[in-house]
């Protein structure tokens, strides 16, 4: 048999809202609380009540109902109940006597609107620092728990790294995040938020301003008067009304853009692969291919993001397929263009003109030929750039970000799954037992051998597509991973660290005849092809099975192997194995309770009778080597360990 102190080192101690699955505070509060967060063990998911901002158009800042709300797990922050992390971040001390905590870091590394400022004041404390150098951004970062860009920022891979995992959120005050390196964001577990609603107006506003102030010469007229000239010959300028202009990405902005240019008289096409025909029809535009813009096109107007397919998509190719004379607008991102190829457009007379408020490099270098470009007119990236559209994206990401500070979900993540509000409050148990399960079948694991092969069994009475186990499973894999290593695991990264580690995580469902408003009736995790510290914990598969189950929203394990038990997961467990025989409950009692360590719960569970049972034992307290050997020095125990939640 080995020893409990073994068993005991792969454990990592994580304990959160005990008694309760559904725990509001982020310190370790036993009372019920009347919200939808969730513990999760070093982090917790929580159900923003300030509701979410529509992601339609034209809506500006608008909220949506309740009801409406779909968000995101943002399991990053709330670090609080974690022993170990240097990111621990809370929410300032309550009134109603929470435990107090740090106020979290947030670096605002480009100038945000001033109600932005103040509400992020309100819980964190807020480093304003502006024109950082890539060096001073990398040593800043390692301080701070959040960090706010706008599109002049750019969120490296190096920046992540030099975070040291300190970094939990980066919020974009805007929409495109192309300056963020997503992939080694999510890499890390950092959540990526952005505020993809409040600068959809302004940036409309400024791609009309752009086609029609290309369209009349506006900026080359203002200049020639400016150096003292009057040349109304010169500056003639061509109509908008009953020309076409194609509108490259139908999203927010577009669609925006589409309906100002419909007023203004012009026939409106457009291409955008994923865009609705209803959503377009409705404003009066007929969507079509990429070529069939480009060849209707007196005007084209970009609006998609910068991609990879994206890159470089207006090139000397798609040029060549325009109407000789276009003329182009281009807020979306400079990198869509490809900017040589646009200069000789312009020199050969195929674009006539063109209107550009975005760069591949910004700021462009001086002397920049399409910037100096007699047909072109330029501004720098001031699409976003307006009073109301500063403070509606400043309050759009100081929420977001406060918010996943807080351990809240987000409405606006762009590197985790999207998980309705309704499934999260309803999942929240759940989500604290799939965690546990994870933890403490790690811990059987005997000799330091790998995890590969696990299997979740979901049994439920729902149908398939009305059970979403996203983040049960990502629960689980925090589970699984975090005792054994320095990882740390959140909705944002649980697949990607599980595929690193070569865990491969499947999923089954099993229909039970049950209540259909029981989201889940047990899961039940099986670790394949390891050896177990506690032979019993094997089940007849051979694998290490536990299952669990929620009472009155509370987890319990209800099975160790092919044992029945009935403990709950709120502490610490000790699991036994006996010859079942009277008095042994009272032995093992005795032997805790003279080192004052007090049990929770108790649970045993047999095949048959006076043969083999196990015994699962709540502790309330950590007993000692020396006890816990003398839990193992009974002569009727045949083995035992002890497992920390
Ligand atoms: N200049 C500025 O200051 C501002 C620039 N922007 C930029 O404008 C762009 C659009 O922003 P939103 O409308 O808010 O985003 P959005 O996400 O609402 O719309 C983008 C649309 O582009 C479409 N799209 C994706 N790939 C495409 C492709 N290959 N061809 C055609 N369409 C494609 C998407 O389906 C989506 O409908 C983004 O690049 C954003 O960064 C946004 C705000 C301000
Ligand atoms: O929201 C966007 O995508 C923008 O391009 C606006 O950029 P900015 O925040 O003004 O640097």
Redesign the pocket.
Known sequence: METASMAATAGSATIVGAKLAVNYGVSQRREPQLSSRVSLGRNSVFVSKAGVYSRGPNVGSRRVGASKRVVAVNSAAAASSSSSSSSAVAVPTSSDGQKSVAKPTVLVAEKLGAAGIELLEKMAVVDCSYNLSQEDLCAKVAECDALIVR?GTKVTREVFEASKGRLKVVGRA???I?NVDLQAATEVGCLVVNA?TA??V??AE?GISLLTAMARNVAQASASMKAGKWQRNKWVGVSLVDKTLAV???????SEVARRAKGLGMTVVA?????SAERAKALGVELVS?DEALAAADFISL?????P??DK?FNDESFGKCKKGVRIVN???GGVIDEPALVRALDAGIVAQAAL??FTVEPPKEGDALVNHENVIVTP?????TMEAQEGVAVEIAEAVAGALAGELSATAVNAPMVPAEVITELAPYVTLAERLGRLAVQLVSGGAGVKQVKVVYRSARADDDLDTRLLRAMITKGLIEPVSSAFINLVNADYVAKQRGLKISEERQPTDGAIEVPLETITVTIAGVKSKFASAISGNGSITLEGKVKDGVPYLSKVGDFGVDVSLEDSIILCRQVDQPGMIGKVGSILGQENVNISFMSVGRKSPRQHAVMAIGVDEEPSKVTLQKLGDIPAVEEFVFLKL
């Open positions: 599109s805007g929409v495109g192309d993809p600068n959809t302004a940036a400024h490259m990405g139908f999203g927010k902005v577009g291409h955008d692969p994923y865009a990429f609006h998609m993001p910068l991609t397919t994206t998509i807020v979306a991102r408020d975005v990236h001031l699409g976003a750039s």
